[in-house]
């Protein structure tokens, strides 16, 4: 069957990139091991595995400091540096992916699923409020935004299931349960459509309810959601 989204690799072995070489191993509960000899890495809290002693941990703190702790977002990630290799891994079954990023490129990311990313790449958050978001209240929900500001760089997204990418050409639309994608292109736009079903049963009614992107651009998707306490 064409232009079906491809499951993204499951395994890297000593991948090199943006200053760092890494490898993601497992199959239910996947391992990420970088090099940080070269290039400092930040991360998530609480995901770290194992590390070299001669890796020193620090805290990094985010742009926009004031805005993200009046949101309840997190202002510093922590940050390893040093030679040697430290590994982290998520307590969840599910898929490391890696996207690569050139200078100037920038990636859009489910908030909660970001893992770790290179030193040289910027990490900011937009909040998305309106009709794209009403599943998640009034509020709306974070999408962080990472750039290769001042070079090549990774961020590694941890997806629930297994993850898959669809690339779409210019005005190509996929519709995706709004939990179910990880990750876009800028490029990409992203709005909700809803079919209202009703059964003329009692009046009965419900809504059915899909995120619709368009391309060009990639998206990601996952085949498991783990509902977050802070999606409203």
């Known amino acids: 069957m064409p232009n079906l989204p491809e499951l993204m690799p499951t395994q890297v072995s000593d991948e090199t990139f943006g200053g760092v070489t890494y490898h993601i191993a ?47 977002m997190q202002i510093f990630v922590t940050e390893a540096s040093g030679a040697g290799i430290i ?60 750039r290769g500001d001042t070079g090549d760089g990774i961020v590694w997204l941890h997806g629930y299931g297994n993850v898959f990418e669809k690339t779409l050409t210019p005005g190509e639309t996929i519709d995706i349960e709004p939990g179910g994608w990880l990750f876009k292109d800028t490029s990409v736009k992203m709005e909700t459509k809803i079919d209202r079903l009703s059964s003329g049963f009692f009046g009965a009614n419900m809504n059915f309810i899909v995120n619709r992107f368009t391309g060009p651009g990639r998206v990601g998707i996952q085949s498991m959601y783990l509902h977050m306490p802070t999606e409203e």
């Open 87 to 146: 590994a982290f891994s998520r307590d969840g079954p599910g898929h490391i992916v890696p996207i690569h990023l050139r200078r100037g490129e920038e990636i859009q990311v489910r908030e909660h699923q970001f893992l770790a990313a290179t030193g040289n790449v910027d990490y900011t958050f937009e909040r998305v409020r309106g009709l794209a978001t009403m599943l998640f209240g009034q509020s709306g929900f974070f999408i962080d935004r990472f």
């Open 26 to 72: 497992g199959e239910l509960v996947p391992v990420l091991s970088v090099d940080v000899t070269r290039m400092p890495v930040y991360f998530e809290h609480h995901i770290l595995l194992w590390k070299n002693s001669t890796i020193t941990i620090g805290l990094k703190s985010l742009k926009g400091a004031l805005k993200r702790m009046m949101a309840g």
